[in-house]
């Protein structure tokens, strides 16, 4: 098993331009799940998928959007990039949502320009 | 959503046990409690996770308090490789509006020292 996949690992943005990070996974998760980590900072939520078809905001989702089309995969798009959004982000996922443990990816580090 | 309160940083020598603390007051009956450490440039790793009752493996024991109301990682004899930051996370399993929401605190910051 690959785990979570995450792509790219590195990207560079000018503002205003939109980008989807991509994440799948191959171990039939019922959840996944986005988190942004800015610099000495902890992972704060984006987007989670209880399932596919099923997704819902978490603490910080202005900004981005996400669909489940299916169990592997949860793409995560910025629409309108902005320094602010610099950050490196983290996909994870798990087999159950509550009690399952967290499998997470080696992380996509963004910078806006 | 139940929120972590954790020290900010602790320190221990290689080779000791380590007792990393974690309060959590507001804790549901559904919420499980997970804890992940996040070596530096890397992302989160699971250590391990309970409901009620004391767990152990092969990385660490949790202790949970018998209100719940707190809970206790145990790294048995710490090494370098265990400097990291520790988080104590509740997620919900109760199927509320939260359902699988999984929101991360600050953390603890662990040095281990030679």
């Known amino acids: 098993n690959a785990g979570v996949t995450q792509t790219p690992k590195f990207q560079v943005l000018k503002t205003g331009q939109s980008m989807t990070l991509q994440c799948a996974q191959d171990?039939?998760?019922?959840?996944m799940s986005w988190y942004r980590q800015d610099p000495g900072m902890g992972l704060r939520l984006i987007h989670y998928s209880v399932g596919a078809g099923i997704t819902d905001q978490g603490e910080v989702p202005n900004g981005y959007n996400v669909s489940r089309s299916t169990t592997e995969d949860f793409p995560l798009r910025l629409l309108l990039a902005a320094p602010s959004q610099t950050s490196v982000y983290f996909c994870?996922?798990?087999?159950?949502?509550?009690?399952?443990?967290?499998?997470f990816g080696n992380g996509t580090r963004l910078t806006v320009t | 959503d139940a929120k972590t309160t954790q020290p900010n940083s602790m320190e221990s020598n290689e080779e000791e046990p380590v007792h990393l603390p974690c309060n959590h007051s507001t804790i549901s009956g559904t919420d499980y409690i997970h804890w992940y450490r996040q070596l530096p440039s890397q992302g989160p790793e699971y250590v391990i996770h309970g409901l009620t009752s004391n767990v152990n493996n092969r990385m660490a024991s949790l202790a949970i308090a018998e209100d719940r109301k707190s809970s206790t990682l145990i790294l048995h004899r710490a090494t370098l490789r265990d400097a990291a930051v520790y988080y104590c996370?509740?997620?919900?399993?109760?199927?509320?509006?939260?359902?699988?929401?999984?929101?991360f605190g600050q953390g603890t910051i662990l040095t281990v020292h030679p």
């Open positions: 994870a996922s798990s087999y159950r949502p509550m009690d399952s443990p967290l499998h």
């Open positions: 996370i509740l997620r919900d399993g109760g199927g509320g509006t939260s359902y699988g929401k999984l929101t």
């Open positions: 171990m039939n998760h019922e959840y």
